[in-house]
């Protein structure tokens, strides 16, 4: 906190205020012409926190700007505005971040905090100037929120013990797959935080570092040591537990699943849309069949999905329609007929606690492939086929698509959601 000396209180007046005020947790007015802006951007980051938006993008467009979020991996336009509402927006952003607009013509990159509901939220800010103006892109960093332990992580109790069982293991490869934004990282740390023991060395590589753990031996890539050089280095200094942020190359494909033979868990992700198809890309990566085969430790894909405010959530029978729909997504036809009713999120949200147009944040579904002679044969043969075949008998195993679509029969989530999984989990 930096109060101002000689008065010994925040000034509330003049242009410069943001510097010599106690850090405000807020956007504030500076000027009469600013504060539609003001209250756009302080209910603007309050819902998205609230909502869990990953990212807030602010796209300078010819005549217009427009505002797109991204929540739970995907990108939606949330409002469009005038170039006048534009320029306020780009100067309340700046003047929070403490960048001058001086800068305008060069890539900026600074952050923000502010208060939702009593906690702190910490925002990257990315600001570059584009054709029309600028882009500026807000990624939404909840850090008290997000670090979980494994406990902590909603996830059914199978696919728990399936994941304890792959990390408590002497060595093997344990791949998590999902967008951006599908909580990949969430997971990650759960399990590092609970393999954080005095006896165990950690080390991770990452791009950035998203949390900074105690007892973690952590490492961010640069431009002279990428994920594979630095994985190589870290072997040599005698760890148990590696994390690699991301499996983008072949070199680091090949350096992780090695590692992953020879005595170490190995914890990454990869860019695929289902657990079963990380095995196509360690295989197009170059990592040997019989080597991915005698690695594997588990492949988890994972997404989130919205939460329907159980308060103001609006009811529909189950027709024909929606058993349809529970049967494409895989459901047992005893859970169809058991489900008498589904809910939609109603937009106009309510007072209840946590409530941002209907929603109360996202929850996690996950799809969990364990390693077992079939899916190490499945390997060994390339069989994409077959590894599904293999993983369909584990009984923990889920299509994100069915996960998502027990959430939605549990009233959790929305039948919508479940059916744009399936869809998708299909492709
Ligand atoms: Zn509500």
Do not use: W
């Not at 990212?55 to 006048?84: W, Y």
Request: charged share 25%; with cysteine; glycine share 6%.
């Amino acid at each position: 906190m930096s109060y101002n000396a000689t008065h010994g209180m925040p000034q509330r007046t003049g242009r410069v205020h943001h510097e010599i005020e106690a850090e405000p947790t807020e956007f504030i007015s500076s000027s009469s012409t600013d504060l539609q802006a003001v209250k756009f951007l302080n209910d603007l980051f309050r819902d998205s926190a609230r909502m869990r938006v990953s990212d807030i993008h602010f796209e300078d467009q010819e005549g217009r700007m427009i505002v797109r979020r991204r929540l739970a991996g995907d990108l939606h336009q949330h409002s469009e505005h005038t170039k006048q509402m534009s320029r306020e927006v780009n100067r309340l952003i700046r003047m929070k971040g403490k960048r001058p607009l001086m800068d305008s013509l060069e890539p900026v990159d600074t952050s923000i905090r502010f208060d939702v509901d009593g906690r702190m939220v910490d925002v990257r800010i990315s600001i570059v100037p584009s054709d029309h103006g600028a882009s500026i892109v807000c990624r939404l960093l909840d850090q008290a929120k997000n670090l979980m332990t494994l406990d902590q992580i909603s996830m059914p109790e199978l696919v728990r013990e399936g994941i304890r069982h792959i990390i408590r293991q002497p060595e093997g490869l344990f791949l998590v797959t999902g967008p951006t934004g599908s909580g990949k990282t969430t997971t990650l740390y759960g399990i590092l935080q609970e393999l954080n023991q005095p006896e165990v060395k950690i080390v991770t590589i990452e791009d950035p570092i998203e949390y900074r753990v105690q007892g973690l031996m952590q490492c961010a890539t640069t431009v002279r040591m990428d994920f594979g050089q630095a994985l190589k280095a870290f072997l040599r200094q005698d760890p148990e537990i590696i994390l690699v942020g991301e499996v983008r190359d072949s070199e680091t494909a090949r350096t992780a699943a090695q590692a992953a033979l020879t005595g170490h868990i190995v914890l990454s992700t990869l860019h695929t849309n289902s657990a079963a198809v990380s095995m196509s890309r360690m295989l197009d990566l170059n990592v040997a069949p019989n080597v991915l085969s005698a690695c594997m430790g588990g492949f988890l894909a994972q997404r989130l999905v919205q939460k329907v405010c159980p308060n103001c959530r609006v009811p529909h029978e189950v027709g024909d329609y929606e058993r349809k729909q529970m049967r494409n997504a895989g459901m047992d036809e005893d859970a169809i007929q058991g489900c008498r009713v589904v809910y939609s999120i109603n937009r106009q949200g309510c007072d209840h606690k946590g409530c941002a147009e209907g929603m109360v944040g996202l929850t996690p579904v996950f799809e969990l492939i364990l390693a077992t002679k079939e899916t190490r044969l499945a390997c060994e043969e390339r069989d994409l086929k077959a590894l599904m075949r293999a993983a369909k008998l584990q009984p923990q195993y889920r299509t994100l698509g069915h996960a998502a679509m027990e959430l939605a029969v549990a009233g959790i989530t929305t039948l919508q959601q479940a059916i744009s999984l399936t869809a998708a989990s299909q492709d």
